[in-house]
C-alpha cells in the first residue's frame, strides 16, 4: 500500500508564493508519472501539473510559467511550486500518482488579500 501525504498548503496573499509536498511512504517516484490535481468548491477536480519518469512536463494553460512540479527521488517526495497565485488558485490541492488509486489526502491553498 503506498501512502500520499501532502503539506505546504496555507493563506498566501494574491501574487505571493508557495510550494506543496507530497511525500510517498515508498520508493514509487522515480518509475511514477505522478501529478498535482486541484478541486475548487463546486467544481471538478482537474490536473495542474503533471512529471513522468522520464522528466516530461505538463501543465494547464492557467498556471503555465507559474507552477513548477519537481521530485526528489531521494525524499521520495514530489513537489509543486506556485508562483504568482491568483485568488483563482484557492482549492484543495491533490497529488496523485497517474494511473493508481493512491491519492494523497489533500492540502488547502486559499489566495486572499
Known amino acids: 500500500q503506498v501512502q500520499l501525504v501532502e503539506s505546504g498548503g496555507g493563506l498566501v496573499q494574491p501574487g505571493g508564493s508557495l510550494r506543496l509536498s507530497c511525500a510517498a511512504s515508498?520508493?514509487?517516484?522515480?518509475?511514477?508519472?505522478m501529478g498535482w490535481y486541484r478541486q475548487a468548491p463546486g467544481k471538478e477536480r482537474e490536473l495542474v501539473a503533471r512529471?513522468?519518469?522520464?522528466?516530461?512536463?505538463w501543465y494547464p494553460d492557467s498556471v503555465k510559467g507559474r507552477f513548477t512540479i519537481s521530485i526528489d527521488n531521494a525524499k521520495n517526495t514530489v513537489y509543486l511550486q506556485m508562483n504568482s497565485l491568483k485568488p483563482e488558485d484557492t482549492a484543495v490541492y491533490y497529488c496523485?500518482?497517474?494511473?493508481?488509486?493512491?491519492w494523497g489526502q489533500g492540502t488547502q491553498v486559499t489566495v486572499s488579500s
Open positions: 515508498v520508493s514509487i517516484l522515480s518509475i511514477s508519472t
Open positions: 512529471l513522468t519518469p522520464q522528466d516530461n512536463t
Open positions: 496523485h500518482k497517474i494511473r493508481s488509486t493512491y
